[in-house]
């Protein structure tokens, strides 16, 4: 570990809106996990106690203080997946992987771990492989979640994939529609705000299939890049008061036409986002 490296990340991001969480971020896509002396030099950098970095290591799930797959594997083995075979299931995992649960294959591929609940009790056995479920898993599926899981789960095709759907926004402040028919995304208008990252300001288009993380903007965004939104008709920043609860930054609230509202974070990249009707 270079902890020149380590200095370098803290100094770019001082004075952010959850610096901490995206010094974090950049320290475990380069590991793969959150190394102890990484925090060390995290904490003497800022400032902030050891044991504040710490507590916000282990909040987030997506962060790991110990090595672990670039692919993370969940069985349930709660009573109602327990039943209905879940033990079988964990078995071939740990047969196919050549590991147990909470250890990570030599080649740094997978991690796999057995938890009590996963909340979907009624569909199991349930498996959840990098934050996708697979519901009624049987042994003879084993294999084939982990060969998609290899290929990319979060490939998505906007064509044929049922569990994507159209939604029209509006703005929460103005009420006045976000939908722009002259920027398509996904062969559909956009919705369109306008966005600052950094030094540039312009507009952003999001896709209107609800799922889909396709974006058209007028300056490229970088990954990690933490923007804020405005309104295109009456140009009040779009607030959000709740967090990201895969990177705790801000959520970006926007009003669903016919009733509802959607949030979708504010960081580029990540994939926290839900829909409340």
């Known amino acids: ?30 590991y793969g996990y959150l190394p102890e002396e990484a925090l060390k030099t995290v904490s003497e950098e800022t400032g902030k106690p050891l044991v504040d970095i710490y507590g916000v290591a282990t909040f987030y799930k997506s962060f790991s203080l110990k090595p672990r797959g670039r692919h993370h594997v969940s069985v349930c083995l709660g009573t109602a997946c327990h039943v209905r075979g879940a033990p079988v299931i964990a ?27 996963l909340g979907a009790c009624a569909l199991g056995p349930i498996v959840v492989v990098d ?13 084939d979640i982990l060969t998609r ?15 994507l759907f159209p939604i029209k926004l509006s703005c929460p402040q103005c009420n006045r529609t976000l939908m722009d028919p002259s920027r398509l995304v996904d062969d559909l208008p956009g919705i369109r705000v306008t ?7 312009g507009w952003l288009c999001l896709s209107s299939l609800y799922g889909s ?50 949030q979708i974070c504010s960081r580029r990249g990540c994939k926290g986002h839900f829909l409340d009707l």
């Open 131 to 143: 934050g996708h479920y697979f519901s009624q898993v049987r042994k003879t599926k084993v294999s």
């Open 1 to 30: 570990m270079k902890t020149e490296a380590i200095e370098t990340l803290v100094q770019e991001h001082a004075g952010e809106m959850g610096n901490l969480i995206t010094v974090l971020e950049n320290i475990q896509k380069q």
């Open 149 to 163: 899981a290899q290929e990319g789960l979060d490939h998505v095709d906007v064509r044929t994939d049922k569990r």
């Open 91 to 117: 078995e071939e995992f740990q047969r196919q992987l050549g590991i147990k649960p909470g250890e990570t294959t030599s080649d740094r591929e997978f991690s796999l771990e057995t938890v009590n609940c």
């Open 213 to 262: 993380y396709n974006i058209s903007s007028e300056y490229p965004i970088p990954e990690d890049a933490l923007s804020h939104f405005f309104c295109p008709h009456c140009h009040t920043e779009l607030n959000g008061t709740s967090a990201c609860p895969e990177c705790g930054a801000s959520m970006i609230p926007f009003i669903v036409q016919g009733g509802g509202v959607v």
């Open 195 to 201: 966005a600052s990252f950094g030094e540039k300001h």
